[in-house]
């Protein structure tokens, strides 16, 4: 086995296994920082993961590292958090003919870029779209290939029945069509009966039989997409000119009446009978009504507030895992030398650094929050959410410099730690690295929450 493989199959840990089949298994792991990515074994050789790993595109997982040994194929990439469009679909959501095209304007975009690096996706359904927000990726290149195979047919049949177009199944080798084929099932089977005309020929033009009479390239398409979006905010644009039109008129109009009705000067006499000189202007009723309430004592906290104050204050904070040491891995000599250029050393943690607040108090925590502000270290990394047990979600939040390092992490629990529990606080999932900045590394940490009177301890930070 490679080197590389070996340490993508031993230097992960396992979270849970998100599919298998024969295939091979995608499985959501963590490193020994507690960062949180997709491993992927798969049951194939000859994927195009060596030429993945060049490409850096916003709707592409990035993948970090690829190896082949023993008739598979091991990959580590970047964990993309939110839906499959498929999930969607079974949740009942319908998609507006505006949310397809926006789908699709992305998934274009990741295929300009894959079909400029000679790569074919060649499994585009609503199972391979995560979508979260606005925002789109296209996953799994299991069934990937590099264009130029000379082979008249493709003599692998993969893809997904539905989706995959006829050249899939032995009728024709595959090439950029096939993948404007698979998007164009998607976007009907997204749209529904919601689109109109104009769509639906841009997706017959996607998904003819003979490859000759489809849309040539996803570059193509996207110019259609945004074509067939003009007319709707020409005709907007249109209305919206005459309404502010109309509305100038009125405007003249109504001031022209104003002007004929009221004498010269009457306006200013009837302002200067209402509000004389000499008098003090009157403040608006609101702010009046503020100022004339009468000034209350602080109200005196009965014993039964007080004990319930200060129980909402019973928290134990601990740190535990504040070592690191300086990071030699030659694995890791991208992330180094990016740090490098902004004079940072990159650092590897004994184990992932984690806070465990512990409610000492008889009443539930509310949205706890742990924040970690740095001195002399700094992070690299990306907001992450995720579930957490007891239907409670976690959110990390980093707050980054212009260079893109954080040097403050904001970690918040959505739901409560109940009385007499505790909860932990990692520094996973949501960082990628760490780096140091300057001597005597430390962390200020502060708890607060809905119903907690803040906290806040300083550690210091090892680094050997």
């Known amino acids: 086995m490679s080197i590389t493989a070996e340490f993508i199959e031993t230097n992960f840990k396992r979270i ?124 799994d290149f299991g069934a990937a290939k590099a264009e130029g195979n000379t082979k008249e047919h493709d003599t692998v049949i993969l893809g997904t029945p539905g989706f995959a177009p006829p050249e899939q199944y032995g009728f024709t080798t595959t090439d950029a069509r096939s993948d404007i084929y698979a998007l164009g099932k998607t976007m009907e089977i997204l749209c529904g009966s919601s689109h109109n005309a104009k769509f639906c020929k841009i997706i017959a033009g996607c998904t003819a039989f003979d490859p000759q009479k489809r849309i040539a390239s996803a570059a193509e398409l996207k110019k259609l997409l945004l074509k067939n979006n003009s007319g709707k905010k020409k005709f907007i644009f249109i209305i919206l000119a005459i309404i502010i039109a109309c509305s100038g008129i009125y405007f003249l109009f109504n001031r022209h009446v104003q002007q004929e009705a009221i004498p010269p000067g009457a306006e200013q006499k009837a ?42 204050n019973s928290i134990t904070l601990n740190a535990n895992n504040l070592v690191f040491a300086v990071n030699t891995n030659p694995l890791n000599e991208t992330a180094r030398k990016q740090g490098a250029q902004q004079g940072l050393t990159l650092l590897q ?23 970690i502000k740095f001195t002399g270290i700094c992070a690299a990394g990306n907001n992450f959410t995720a579930k957490a047990w007891g239907g409670r979600t976690i959110n990390w939040r980093l707050t980054k410099n212009a260079a893109g390092y954080a040097d403050e992490v904001t970690i918040l629990l959505a739901g409560t730690i109940p009385a007499g529990d505790y909860f932990e606080f990692p520094l996973t999932g949501a960082i990628a690295d760490y780096y140091q900045t300057g001597s005597e590394p430390a962390a200020e940490v502060t708890v607060s929450g809905d119903n907690i009177i803040p906290i806040t301890k300083n550690y210091n930070i090892k680094i050997n």
């Not at 009723?285 to 602080?298: A, G, L, W």
Request: glycine share 6%; aromatic share 6%; with cysteine.
């Open 16 to 139: 849970s296994v998100l599919k298998e089949n024969a295939n091979g298994r995608t499985e959501l792991v963590a490193d020994t920082t507690g960062a949180v990515y997709i491993r992927k074994i798969i049951a194939r050789t000859g994927l195009p993961y060596k030429k993945l790993v060049q490409i850096k595109c916003a709707h592409i997982p990035e993948i970090y590292y690829c190896s082949e040994a023993y008739g598979k194929t091991y990959v580590i990439e970047e964990f993309i958090s939110g839906e499959t469009l498929a999930a969607e679909l079974e949740q009942g959501k319908k998609f507006t003919a505006e949310q397809v095209r926006n789908i699709a304007l992305q998934i274009c975009e990741a295929l300009i870029v894959l079909h400029g690096y000679g790569i074919l996706h060649r499994d585009i359904k609503p199972g391979n779209i995560i979508v979260q927000g606005s925002s789109v990726w296209l996953i």
């Open 271 to 312: 302002e200067e009978k209402v509000q004389p000189k000499d008098m003090p202007q009157e403040k608006p009723r609101e702010q009046k009504t503020e100022i004339e309430q009468p000034v209350q004592k602080p109200k005196t906290a009965l014993p039964q507030e007080k004990s319930q104050r200060a129980a909402t």
């Open 349 to 371: 943690p004994e184990k992932y650094p984690v806070f465990t607040v512990q409610n000492n108090s008889g009443q539930a925590m509310e949205n706890p929050t742990v924040k």
